[in-house]
């Protein structure tokens, strides 16, 4: 994608807002963060060897729509019988 250099740091300002600032995504990497604890796992590259390459994929509608009853019970179920 090409900009207008004169409006480089507008444009960088935005996308850093837009990538890992808003509230989606603090969820987002809220809920990663118990998915690992409850996996036993401190990194995505445990996360990925437990799941699977795949595991974002196949979990983000509990990631991101899940209630938070329903995600307690799935790093619960996860924590005793991981997929992979």
Known sequence: ME??????LA???????FAWHS????????R???????????????IRRKL????AY???EAITLGTEEDWQVLLQALGRNPLA
């Open 3 to 8: 900009f207008d250099r004169r409006a480089k």
């Open 32 to 46: 990663v963060g118990e998915l690992g604890a409850a996996l036993g796992v401190d990194d995505m590259a445990g």
């Open 58 to 60: 196949r979990l983000r």
């Open 52 to 55: 699977g390459s795949k595991w």
């Open 23 to 30: 509230l989606g995504a603090k969820a987002w990497r809220k």
């Open 11 to 17: 444009w960088l300002a935005c996308t850093r807002v």
